[in-house]
T-cell receptor, first 114, second 115 residues
Framework: KAGVTQTPRYLIKTRGQQVTLSCSPI?????VSWYQQTPGQGLQFLFE???????NKGNFPGRFSGRQFSNSRSEMNVSTLELGDSALYLC?????????????FGEGSWLTVV | QQQVKQSPQSLIVQKGGISIINCAYENTAFDYFPWYQQFPGKGPALLIAIRPDVSEKKEGRFTISFNKSAKQFSLHIMDSQPGDSATYFCAASSIREGGSEKLVFGKGTKLTVNP
């Protein structure tokens, strides 16, 4: 079974630009969540989508947004990029209803803002 | 506000030794406590998880000990091996407050196991 797939793996953007990251969950998984990982702040929850609806949101500004498609694939968008947005962005998927709702992470998208 | 505090930040252990990582939480609504292992360049992978209705859970060389009254939980790695060298994260979530997908992570512990 293929794992969580994220694209692109690496990208460099300039301040003020926007970026879109893509995530394909494990087949059959309907929940997709996004996390930001930085050396200073660690792993922080961005948002979670289930059946194309945002179910939970973390404490990030409105520049961070996401969506989920009918096939459970998800995208997240960051507009007006700031230097502090440089981070590893991790997507995770889970099978709704599974005991403990084990979350499986992808390998992430490394974003560098210059 | 850091809801899950993890210590130590780094840990060096000899091969065959026991690695112990501790976490403390504040939110009594937390009801799911997983541990993740992350190797450089990879995403975190679930190692073992526990719910507060049990005090200990063991899977192979990995054991979680849970103390509900103290709001603490710890990971023990027995017979530590060089291949265990990675960063370990504890986490917590609440079914009532966001579901188990909304994990709050500790800051991580970088474990080095010397051969």
């Amino acid at each position: 079974k293929a794992g969580v797939t994220q694209t692109p793996r690496y990208l460099i953007k300039t301040r003020g630009q926007q970026v879109t990251l893509s995530c394909s969950p494990i087949s059959g998984h309907r929940s997709v969540s996004w996390y930001q990982q930085t050396p200073g702040q660690g792993l922080q929850f961005l948002f979670e989508y289930f059946s194309e609806t945002q179910r939970n949101k973390g404490n990030f500004p409105g520049r961070f947004s996401g969506r989920q498609f009918s096939n459970s694939r998800s995208e997240m968008n960051v507009s007006t990029l700031e230097l502090g947005d440089s981070a590893l962005y991790l997507c995770a998927s889970s099978l709704e209803g599974e005991s403990g709702n084990t979350i499986y992470f992808g390998e992430g998208s490394w974003l560098t803002v210059v | 506000q850091q809801q899950v505090k993890q210590s130590p930040q780094s840990l060096i252990v000899q091969k065959g030794g026991i690695s112990i990582i501790n976490c403390a939480y504040e939110n009594t609504a937390f009801d799911y406590f997983p541990w993740y292992q992350q190797f450089p360049g990879k995403g975190p992978a679930l190692l073992i998880a526990i719910r507060p209705d049990v005090s200990e859970k063991k899977e192979g060389r990995f054991t979680i000990s849970f103390n509900k009254s103290a709001k603490q939980f710890s990971l023990h790695i027995m017979d530590s091996q060089p291949g265990d060298s990675a960063t370990y994260f504890c986490a917590a979530s609440s079914i009532r407050e966001g579901g188990s997908e909304k994990l709050v992570f500790g800051k991580g512990t970088k474990l080095t196991v010397n051969p």
